[in-house]
């Protein structure tokens, strides 16, 4: 009767740990728009080597909206794109990005 209450135990314990683990993968915060500390909106600089998060480009259920600016990128989702002294480096990838984007013409940020 022991062994089977210290079995459940056992099991019980090392499932929550999985899942307080899980829980602690890097998210965007809403509220900050920022993913892992990086801001979301800014100066943009698209790298081929050492960036900061890595995306995806997708159509549907994207992880925020962009919208590209020419000035003033202030708002959640709006990116201007610069050559040097970026706020953020980003990598498009195909496999395994940080996050989704999806380019919009308007309205852009966290849906």
Do not use: R
């Amino acid at each position: 009767m022991n062994t089977s209450i210290f079995y459940i135990t056992t099991i019980h314990f090392l499932f929550t740990m999985n899942f307080s683990l899980a829980q602690t993968e890097d998210q965007i915060n809403k509220k900050e728009c920022t993913y892992n500390g990086f801001t979301l909106h800014g100066k943009i600089q698209f790298v081929e080597s050492f960036p900061d998060i890595t995306i995806k480009v997708e159509e549907s259920f994207p992880d925020i909206e962009v919208k590209i600016v020419d000035s003033f990128p202030d708002e959640c989702g709006e990116w201007q794109i610069v050559d040097s002294f970026p706020d953020l480096k980003v990598k498009i990838v195909e496999s395994f990005p940080d996050i989704k984007i999806k380019f919009v013409e308007s309205f852009p940020g966290i849906p």
